[in-house]
Structure formats: structure tokens, C-alpha cells
């Protein structure tokens, strides 16, 4: 399959011939539709910031506002089905089970994996996502519209969610 990697940081992106991922037990495998950009991408891919340049795994396929089919899954997902659109956000899994997870803080979670920079994300045609973090998308949303609520909407929508309460 091919997939946009980064090099090294400050290099342009390199679209390469890759295996195409296997989804591990809890995962689903994504052929991917559409996949946004985000700041934060620019941000992984320059090496600009110590903590995602700390963070960030070698030769990492970034992209974390996904949308794509479900194609296949991990035997121990139930929830999903074969041909589902579901879209991947900044967070490819957490804990679950620290303060923050507990009290819907995730996005807190010290133990978070984020998708794009610590596993390989959305610029390739297939990857991996934690069947927990594939969320389903409503058909009267394109997949284009979608993409950029993963990440962009979700900030949004949580800090207006936030505001009211």
C-alpha cells in the first residue's frame, strides 16, 4: 500500500510502499476515504514542539482526522461491522482507567497514544485504529465534512460542551 512517511523532521513528507497493517485483536483496519490536516501535523512534521518531537515514532505516518471503512477487524470486535465508516481522531487509545479516563477527561490521560505520532495515522490508504476509537459517522455527513470534526470540531465542541455547564 502506499503511505506518506516522514523522514526525519523538517524533510518533506515521502509517499512510499509499505505493508498494509493487520488489525491486532481490539483494532479495526481502515481503508482510508479522507484525512485532514491539522496544525498539529505541521507541527510533528517540523519537530518544532520537544513534546510531540519527543513523542513522535521514526518514519511515522501522521494523520488524525480519519475517516474511513472498516475492512477488516480484530477478533474481539463486536461493536463495528465490515463496510462501517468511522472516523479516528488525535487519540488512538487511553487508558481507561486513570482519574482523568474515569471522570471524561480523557484527553488528559498521561498514558495516551496519539494517532499520527505515536502509531502511524491517516496519510496512507489503510491503517490501524483501536476499535474503542473508531467512532461511526452519520450517512448525511460526507466523509470530506467529517474528517476535520475529529480533531478541530472535537476542540470545539468541548470547550463550548464546557462553557455551559
Not at 491486532?24 to 491539522?38: R, W
Not at 510533528?44 to 482526522?65: C, M, N, Q, S, Y
Not at 461491522?81 to 488528559?108: F, S, Y
Amino acid at each position: 500500500m502506499r503511505a506518506a512517511i516522514l523522514p526525519d523532521f523538517g524533510q518533506p513528507l515521502r509517499l512510499e510502499e509499505v505493508p498494509r497493517p493487520e488489525p491486532e485483536a481490539d483494532e479495526v483496519l481502515l481503508q482510508v476515504e479522507v484525512c485532514g490536516v491539522c496544525h498539529s501535523d505541521l507541527h510533528i512534521a517540523e519537530g518544532d514542539l520537544a513534546g510531540f518531537r519527543a513523542a513522535t515514532k521514526a518514519r511515522v505516518v501522521p494523520g488524525h482526522e480519519v475517516v474511513g471503512r472498516v475492512v477488516a477487524k480484530g477478533a474481539a470486535v463486536e461493536h463495528l461491522a465490515l463496510g462501517d465508516r468511522v472516523g479516528v481522531a488525535w487519540l488512538h487509545q487511553t487508558c481507561g482507567v486513570c482519574e482523568p479516563c474515569r471522570e471524561g477527561n480523557e484527553n488528559l490521560c498521561r498514558k495516551a497514544v496519539v494517532t499520527g505520532m505515536m502509531v502511524d495515522g491517516g496519510y496512507a490508504e489503510f491503517m490501524r485504529a483501536k476499535a474503542s476509537h473508531a467512532l461511526p459517522i452519520p450517512a448525511g455527513l460526507s466523509s470530506a465534512e467529517a474528517a476535520p470534526l475529529f480533531c478541530a470540531g472535537v476542540t470545539v465542541y468541548r470547550a463550548l460542551k464546557n462553557a455551559t455547564r
